[in-house]
Structure formats: C-alpha cells, structure tokens
C-alpha cells in the first residue's frame, strides 16, 4: 500500500481518482485505507494517487509492503 505524507495540501484531487475508493479525509490530512489500496495493479500501470499528486506527497508505505501477487489478490477481492 502507498502513505500520504505530511506535505499534503488537501488539494482533493487524488480521492477521485483513486479506482479501490482507499482515499479519505483524515483528522488533518487526506489518509489512504491499506486494506484497499491495491497500487493501482488491476487497473492501471502507475498508481494514480502518485500521477495526479501536485505535491509528490504519496510513498510506499514501509509497514504495509506487498508483493504484485498480493496487490492482485487485493484487487481480486475487492472486485469479485
Ligand atoms: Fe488508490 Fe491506486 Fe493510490 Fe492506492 S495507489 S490509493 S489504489 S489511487
Ligand atoms: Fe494531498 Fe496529493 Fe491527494 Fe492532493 S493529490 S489531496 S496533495 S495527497
């Protein structure tokens, strides 16, 4: 799964576009779900969160790394 990191200006433009809807307001900061964040693998070739993102404020998120044939299982059980 990817992080939104403390430079997120709350622009409201990556919630749109993400296709697993794993992108909501937080307390301060806009916060991505890790249960349904896929990276994008399923439907597009880069994430789309990252591609939009005015900022560049969107990473790997460290704890919650996966392999492509996790991410596509995710995608599968999100879909299904
Ligand atoms: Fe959504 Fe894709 Fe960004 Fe994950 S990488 S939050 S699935 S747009
Ligand atoms: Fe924050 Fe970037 Fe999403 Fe805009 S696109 S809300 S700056 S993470």
Not at 17 to 27: F, K, T, W, Y
Not at 38 to 43: A, M, Y
């Given at each position: 799964?990817?992080?939104i990191t403390q430079e997120c200006i709350n622009c409201d433009i990556c919630p749109m576009?993400?296709?697993?809807?794993?992108?909501?307001?937080?307390?301060?900061?806009y916060q991505i779900d890790v249960n349904r964040c896929?990276?994008?693998?399923?439907?597009y070739?880069?994430?789309q969160c990252v591609a939009c993102c005015p900022v560049d404020c969107i990473e790997p998120d460290p704890i919650h790394k996966e392999?492509?044939?996790q991410l596509y299982d995710k995608f599968?059980?999100?879909h299904s």
């Open positions: 799964a990817l992080l576009e993400c296709p697993n809807q794993a992108i909501s307001m937080g307390a301060d900061i896929t990276e994008c693998v399923g439907h070739d880069e994430p392999t492509q044939e599968l059980a999100l």
